[in-house]
């Protein structure tokens, strides 16, 4: 599929599956981890192709502190390494990679791998790549209240003109348009607190194939059916 024009400029993924793929193999979850992450390579790469512009994927939600220390351990290490070892590719590729989600629970040296990449591809255009890190769209939520409540203590924002600007605004996604398509892997049929505002209007897919298993092929079926669906935002279509 070229970049035909009901292609979704958006995508967002939600990236399922990785531990039940190691387990039905008996292997640890961190190797699942790695497997998953090897996949985000091939799709990252395989996007812009498919008309792809927007791609967001959760990486690790404000839930999965829950998890085995050693998880944890190895997920944040496997940022890191992932960072380290693609910014030379992804540079070269032209993607632009940013970060959203709560930073200041993350190890120093992690933030800092996250701003150095940032600012190295902030000008690249091919392909904008947002990755959510200690990320919930409730928490998000919340902050933006926060600094909402800030703005209206401090007297430079009348209550009355809060509008849904005006928390999009605040929100960490500010200036990264909203999803056209959520896509999550695994069989599971929950959006698990990711991006809760700004999906409101998204159209969805929730695919059985766990996430390692997940390929361009795969990725291009799903468009394809993105593009026959008649998005209307609420309206009634013309008769």
């Not at 392909?127 to 401090?154: H, M, Q």
């Not at 049929?189 to 059985?208: C, G, K, M, P």
Request: charged share 30%; with cysteine; glycine share 8%.
């Amino acid at each position: 599929m070229s970049s035909e024009k009901r292609a979704p400029q958006h995508v967002a993924i939600i990236m399922d599956g990785n531990g039940r793929w190691a387990t039905s193999r008996g292997w640890p979850r961190l190797v699942g981890h790695r497997k998953g992450a090897e996949r985000v390579k091939e799709i990252v790469r395989c996007a812009p192709d498919l008309g792809v512009k927007w791609l967001t994927i959760y990486a690790f939600s404000t839930e999965n502190w829950k998890r085995s220390t050693e998880e944890v351990l190895g997920l944040m290490g496997l940022f890191s390494r992932y960072i380290e070892r693609e910014a030379d590719r992804l540079s070269a590729e032209g993607v632009r990679m940013r970060f959203i989600g709560d930073r200041s629970r993350l190890d120093d040296r992690l933030q800092r791998l996250m701003a150095g990449i940032e600012t190295r591809t902030a000008n690249n255009t091919r392909l904008n790549l947002t990755v959510a890190i200690n990320y919930g769209g409730r928490d998000e939520i919340i902050r933006a209240g926060r600094k909402i409540a800030c703005e209206v203590a401090e007297g430079r924002l009348d209550p009355a003109d809060v509008t849904e600007a005006t928390v999009s605004a605040m929100l960490d996604t500010a200036d990264i348009p909203d999803p056209d398509l959520v896509i999550r892997t695994s069989g599971e049929t929950r959006v698990s607190n990711f991006l809760l505002w700004q999906a409101a209007y998204a159209e969805y897919e929730f695919t059985e194939t766990l996430w390692p298993d997940f390929s361009p092929a795969e990725l291009e079926r799903i468009l394809s059916r993105f593009g026959g669906r008649d998005r209307r935002f609420g309206g009634v279509a013309p008769a």
